[in-house]
């Protein structure tokens, strides 16, 4: 069953205005740190930067210490988007600048996908696509064995549901009852090789996840405001019994127009005058 969000969870315009800046800020800095790598993933971070926003400067508990057993765990089955992680573990303070802006550089930890063992702040190393929730579910199987009450939020790629891993996970994670165990579907349409839809449809997605026994909401996922509001209502919500999956209504290569209508950019690089240019359309809207 879908709930409804309660009013209360909305953040408020001065809470939006900053969630939105985080988004933009995400979207500047995969362009800055791509420039480093020449070459990288910016539609998938630029489809996923309010998820991305509404997580990590609202939504999740985070400690000073990464490693912090109390705190939310955040997993990426789309690893390739990490090069949006990164610079907010950065502004976080989980790694140094220093760090950050020698991205994907020789000896550097930072590379295309995120690495636990090398990279503060990262809950599981990711790239290989569908594992993901099955690492989620063993963190909130544990969570609960310990006696811990952390959220453990995982974002999925929506050719990644085209994986049977993952639907096995989603069954077990059900079977357990695993309420403090989130998935969020970056629905953005496109996979490597095309549209999601024409290389294996995934629809109807919501109908699925409810079969397999968890709570579903499908929101806008670039809508800050309603993104968040689900979040915090998801994480707050101490009487749900089962798992729950938001999906997220999204579009790859959000905020540079000529991404949002080209699938062939899933992989790119922007020389300097075009990345400028990206730069400055992304400054000049407001998502």
Known sequence: MTAPIRND????????AHLRDRAQFIRLETIRLIEIAKVGHYTSVFSAAEIFAALYYDVMRLE?????PDRDRFLMGKGHAAVGLFPILAEKGYIPLEVLNGYTRLGNPLG???????????????GSIGHALSNGL?????????GRDFTTFVMLGDGEMQEGQVWEAAISAAHHGLNRLVA?????GFQLDGAVDDVMGIEPLDAKWRAFGWEVHVVEGHDIAEL?????RVKADAGRTQPCCIIARTLKGKGVSYMETEPGWHLGYLDPTDA????????????
């Open 276 to 287: 400028e240019a990206a730069r400055q359309e992304i400054l000049s809207k407001v998502i």
């Open 138 to 146: 063993g963190m909130a199987l544990g969570g609960r064995m310990q």
């Open 228 to 232: 968040t509001a689900t979040l915090r």
């Open 184 to 188: 969020i579907v970056d629905r953005n």
């Open 9 to 16: 969870n909305r953040p408020t315009e001065a809470e939006i």
């Open 64 to 68: 000073a210490d990464p490693k912090h």
């Open 112 to 126: 295309d996908h995120p690495d636990m063992r090398k990279v503060p702040g990262v809950d599981f190393s990711s």
